[in-house]
């Protein structure tokens, strides 16, 4: 009896295959999509209206609105915090491939803790600041910007749970959801020192 073809899509395989198939045709779909984009973008757009924030800082002063203050404490813990983070899930992927998995549900559970701190510091910040959410141009990109980290911060949470729950539950042969876990939190804490530099530092 003749084999059947393989379908499009195994979801049956490892976490890696299907990453690998979903980047490759997210890719060639992306790449598929760029003349369409080059043909509507025309001419050379005019130059946008002058803005608040542009006008102001082209007099020399600031576009933070006046007795706005962060907490930097905090702001710095929440980017301290971030190595701790990476050490526990560096130590999940090592204790992983040596089948620990005691240490392996330590160091989850740590690295998930340590984000759940960091999401504090994040709250607090906003319960601290006296900032409206309709201020004007400076509040709407802080609390996007802002906004968007803390979500991604929850997702990198909710990560570490569903890594340390499938690892804990008899899945320690899946070795690949480990390492995916401590790649992104990696990711993270790059994108998060940006935010933290362009956000709290240089205002």
Sequence with gaps: MPALPSPLLDLRGTPARFLHWWSRWSLA?????????AACGGGTPPPPPPTEGSATIDAGETWLP???????????????????????AQWAVYSAKRDDKPHTGLALLLTGLIGLAFINAQAFIYATTELPVSQ?????????????SMLLAVVGVAFSATTAFRYLGGRTSDRAIVSAHALYWYAYSAVFAVVW???YVTK
């Excluded at 907490?71 to 980017?79: E, F, K």
């Excluded at 509040?139 to 906004?147: D, H, I, Q, R």
């Design 29 to 37: 779909g992306l790449l598929a999509l760029l003349p369409a984009l």
């Design 197 to 199: 530099f362009v956000v």
């Design 66 to 88: 006046e007795g706005t203050k962060f907490s930097m404490v905090a702001a710095n813990v929440m980017l301290i915090s971030l190595l701790p983070i990476g050490v526990f």
């Design 136 to 148: 004007g141009t400076y509040s709407y990109l802080f609390y996007a910007v802002t906004g968007v």
